[in-house]
């Protein structure tokens, strides 16, 4: 089982920047697609991004040109560029082993990790 720990979350003001990062354990990480996940407050978990094994990204259309999916398989460890943050943008944010399916599903694993907050000022 893929264990994960979320990092980089804090208080930033709109319009600033944050990089989140998500280490994982084991050795099958770079088999694994991975994806961020984020729960606003009062809000149900949403997925913001995904990438697969091979690189291919899918993202949720409200950061769109906002946010960067990537992976560093050396590093076992996932991350998550994000840009121009809005308000809307505060949530607690997760990262998951995901499977992506076609073109439009990403299927959340059963292993989520403790999350890091990201709160943006207006």
């Known amino acids: 089982q893929v264990q994960l720990v979320e990092s980089g979350g804090g208080l930033v003001q709109a319009g600033g920047s944050l990089r989140l990062s998500c280490a994982a354990s084991?050795?099958?990480?770079?088999?694994?697609?991975m994806g961020w996940y984020r729960q606003g407050p009062g809000k149900q978990r949403e997925l913001v991004a995904a990438i697969s094994s091979g690189g291919r990204t899918k993202y949720v259309d409200s950061v769109k040109g906002r946010f960067t999916i990537s992976r560093d398989n050396a590093k076992n460890t996932v991350y998550l560029q994000m840009d121009t943050l809005k308000p809307e943008d505060t949530a607690v944010y997760y990262c998951n082993t995901v499977t992506m399916v076609g073109l439009n599903t990403v299927i959340p694993g059963d292993n989520w990790g403790q999350g890091t907050q990201v709160t943006v000022s207006s």
């Open positions: 084991g050795s099958i990480f770079s088999l694994k697609a």
